[in-house]
């Protein structure tokens, strides 16, 4: 028999239309994918589109294609919030009972303070912000005094900003790591995040050598399950920080998404065994989402496109590719920051025959029930599996 290999794709912050309780986040009227093709006239995605990306939802340019060979649908979001760490832990399968907290005006004096002793010395900001903003604003600042620049945004976060020349890229990390552990109970943020940047006031710009420090899962996850089981589990660019490190056999770095495109096929070439490789398309939210920038959103799900025809040729008989996403991040509303959307499903392999709509699921966990049951092993957790539509169709 074929060794059997999953790779799950997200496309980060590429959501395809507001939940029903998308009015209690503020965030009525999104959706990524469909409003980002209206604005640039329409998409040119040939190879999303012979999977069946335009019957989800409609999108300009993307027409449906009734002769896909792929499962396709779309799934909601159960946890509460809208955040990378939410999502990307409800399609390993740990629905949240609450979200995780957040800081509309910065964080409170008892953690700033806190925080200040433990570093030994003060902090610059404390306020929600644009990462590029704040440090146009408070850059200089940051570089006459040493001190380092804190931040957070809609999200939950503990963001730190500081000039690579000014404070050590390992100083940098252990100052995230102190945060990291004071932040925790009621002030567990989802990230402590380190925002390293370079040159000079007027001119600075941040580097790839961001870091995030994750909580923990707060239950077993679908890694967890499968690294116990014996099977290989690769996480490529943020996905090892999301799930700290947890139920991760090996971690590939990668900044940007050409960097993880070329790490994925790098982990199919490398994976001999049974296992999971796991990749997170960064640059849909952090470039061009949060950022309002949907002419760079469109130009980036083209290349991004491109960048899946390798991947599928590589594809062997038994492997299953899983295209999705953790939540939305629409450039074309005024809001900067993440949107309670349904993400796209798209699961295909090249025995399969057929164009297999499998609905709207209740929850992202649905990919990680389907993924336990392609390998044989038992889940006690949320999700109910999809991929019994899926293996009756296999050649």
Request: charged share 25%; aromatic share 8%; net charge negative.
């Amino acid at each position: 028999m074929d060794k059997r290999r999953i790779i799950v794709l997200i496309l980060d912050s590429v959501g395809v239309g507001e939940l029903p309780d998308a009015a209690e986040y503020g965030d009525e009227g999104s959706a990524t994918l469909p409003n980002v093709a209206e604005a640039v006239g329409g998409l040119h995605l040939p190879n999303l589109e012979k999977l069946g990306l335009g019957n989800i939802v409609p999108i300009t340019g993307v027409n449906p294609n009734k002769a896909c060979k792929a499962a396709w649908g779309k799934m909601a979001e159960k946890s509460p919030g809208k955040d990378t760490t939410t999502g990307h832990w409800e399609i390993m399968g740990v629905i949240l009972d609450r979200p995780f907290p957040v800081y509309p005006n910065g964080f409170p004096e008892e953690i700033i303070s806190a925080f200040e002793e433990l570093i030994g010395t003060r902090v610059l900001g404390n306020k929600p912000a644009s990462g590029t903003e704040i440090i146009k604003e408070l850059g200089k600042q940051h570089m006459a005094t040493g001190f380092p620049i804190v931040y957070t945004s809609a999200d939950s976060v503990f963001q730190i900003a500081a000039h690579e020349e000014v404070i050590s890229l390992d100083r940098l990390y252990e100052l995230c790591e102190i945060a990291r552990g004071l932040l925790q109970g009621e002030h567990g943020v989802g990230r402590v995040i380190a925002r390293p940047f370079i040159g000079e006031p007027g001119a600075f710009q941040r580097t790839d050598r961001r870091r995030d420090f994750s909580l923990p899962p707060v239950r077993p996850t679908v890694l967890d399950r499968l690294k116990e089981a014996g099977y290989a589990v690769y996480g490529i660019g943020k996905i090892p920080d999301i799930f700290a490190g947890r139920g991760i056999t090996k971690a590939f770095p990668a900044h940007n998404n050409n960097e993880v495109q070329e790490a994925v096929l790098e982990a199919m070439d490398e994976l001999r065994d049974e296992g999971l490789i796991f990749a997170n398309f960064v640059d849909f939210d952090t470039l061009w989402g949060h950022r309002n920038d949907a002419e760079g959103y469109a130009r980036g799900l083209e290349e991004l496109d491109s960048k899946l025809e390798p991947i599928l040729e590589k594809l062997a008989p038994s492997d299953l590719l899983i295209i999705t996403a953790d939540h939305g991040c629409d450039p074309t509303t005024e809001s900067t920051d993440h949107s309670r959307e349904y993400v796209p499903l798209l699961v295909t392999s090249k025995r399969l025959t057929g164009c297999i709509p499998v609905g709207v699921r209740q929850t992202f966990a649905d990919v990680g029930a389907s993924i336990t049951e392609f390998f044989g092993l038992s889940w006690e957790g949320p999700g109910t599996s999809f991929w019994n539509l899926l293996a009756a169709r296999l050649e």
